[in-house]
């Protein structure tokens, strides 16, 4: 079974920039596409960028296209998502998660963003 374990979280201004990390243990994760989503008690879960196994393939909701850019490192285990341009409205949990067939069936314990205005 693969744990996710969020990383990178905290407190920045508006229009300042955050990486967060999702590190991957137990089983290989490098067959697994994996995704990064935000959540906040006033809304429901959000999709925000997925990348697949090999990492030649993304995708982006449009409220981060351009902003955010998602990657990974499977040597290291590891999946990242750069966000630049933050805004107020960005503060939310951020989790990550992996699906090796279909939906996503591993999910983290997530790290909180919040952008101060």
């Known amino acids: 079974q693969v744990r996710l374990v969020e990383s990178g979280g905290g407190l920045v201004q508006a229009g300042g920039s955050l990486r967060l990390s999702c590190a991957a243990s137990g089983r290989t994760f490098s067959t697994y596409t994996t995704g990064w989503f935000r959540q906040t008690p006033q809304k429901e879960r959000e999709f925000l960028a997925s990348?697949?196994?090999?990492?030649?393939?993304?995708s982006y909701a449009n409220s981060v296209k351009g902003r955010f850019t998602i990657s990974r490192d499977n040597a290291e285990n590891t999946v990242y998502l750069q966000m630049n341009s933050l805004k107020p409205e960005d503060t939310a949990r951020y989790y990550c998660a992996a699906a090796e067939h279909g939906a996503y069936d591993i999910w983290g314990r997530g790290t909180q963003v919040t952008v101060s205005s």
């Open positions: 990348i697949n196994w090999s990492g030649d393939s993304t």
